[in-house]
């Protein structure tokens, strides 16, 4: 009776678990379904509104115009020249406020002298948002490149300090104290235990950093430029040129998603026992 009973059971079992799993692969389908109309809904509900009469088309252009707008921005050729130049500041102060991000914040997670020298300094300079350095950026540094890659910077490198900070002191120190009484160099022991036991920490802080470079290329931008994306923005907007504002703002978002998958694609080939 019982090992009918269980036999019952199990069949019963089977049963419930092929039931569910096409319950489970249709709503997998419809998520994927909803996710691909979520954008064609948003601007067909952007369309209507725009075109409604209910706000103003100058100030709040429909989807068409913004196309429309972009397209002349690129038959003109002045997008490819904005694209270069607002990809090279972010690539060149995401690089250099990367470097430098991980390098003091293996200094200081792993050595508390170090710590105590400069942490307290960082934690009091890391509020304060770039684009309150514009004006001071300009006295110093004019309208040159640097000043740009110095904001850019300014922004990637406490994200990654911090995170490379912490990742540092979450590395099992047993393991650490293991390799030096094994007598393995300080500089090895630093680059094959604390920098890859860290690494997932600050993988994490650089996909952050990511999106951080594209913020503060708008303060970048607007420290005085010459081309760039942010720039164009801001002609468009001084011409009432409501279409490419939108435009713009549209490509640097894009351009930001873009290179936010980019680089978690990579972090996952590269960080793969995360």
């Given at each position: 009776?019982q ?13 419930d678990g092929?039931g569910r799993r096409?319950d489970?692969a249709r ?9 691909a109309?979520?954008?064609p809904l948003f601007v ?7 075109r409604s009469g ?7 252009p ?10 002349e921005?690129?038959r003109?050729g002045?997008f490819l ?10 690539t ?12 003091l914040g293996?200094?200081t997670g792993q050595?508390?002298v170090?710590?105590s020298?400069?942490s307290?300094?960082f934690?009091?300079l ?5 684009i ?5 950026i ?7 490149e640097?000043?740009k890659l110095f ?5 990637v490198?406490f ?5 490379t900070?912490i990742g540092?002191q979450?590395v099992?120190?047993g ?12 500089r090895?022991?630093?680059?094959e ?5 860290a ?6 802080g ?6 951080i470079?594209?913020y503060?290329?708008?303060?970048a931008e607007?420290?005085?430029a010459?081309?760039?994306i ?7 907007q ?6 490419q504002?939108m435009?713009g703002?549209?490509?640097?978002g ?5 290179a936010?998958r980019?680089f978690?694609?990579?972090?996952e080939r ?5």
């Open positions: 009776m090992d009918g009973t269980s036999a019952g059971q199990e069949i019963a079992l089977r049963t092929r096409p489970s709503l997998r389908r419809l998520n994927i379904l909803i996710g109309l979520s954008l067909g509900l952007w369309e209507l509104v725009s209910a706000v103003n088309m100058v100030l709040f429909p989807p068409t115009v913004v196309a429309a707008a972009v397209l921005w690129i003109s002045q020249g904005d694209l270069l130049a607002s990809l090279f500041r972010v060149t102060g995401f690089i250099l406020g990367g470097a430098l991000g991980i390098l293996i200094l050595f508390p170090v710590s020298l400069l307290p300094l934690h009091i890391r509020p304060i948002p770039p309150a350095f514009v004006p001071i300009i006295l110093w540094f004019g309208l040159s640097a000043g904001l850019v910077v300014w922004g490198f994200t990654v300090w911090l995170s900070h540092v979450k099992d120190r393991l650490i104290r293991a390799a030096l009484m094994l007598g393995t160099p300080r090895q022991m630093l680059q235990i604390v920098l890859l036991g690494l997932p920490y600050i993988v994490v650089l996909r952050t950093a990511v999106s470079s594209f503060t290329l708008v303060a607007l420290a005085g010459f081309a760039g942010v720039y164009r923005i801001e002609i468009a001084q011409n009432l040129q409501t279409g504002v435009g703002l549209a490509a640097l894009l351009i930001s998603f873009t936010d980019l978690s694609a990579l972090a590269t960080v793969w026992w995360r």
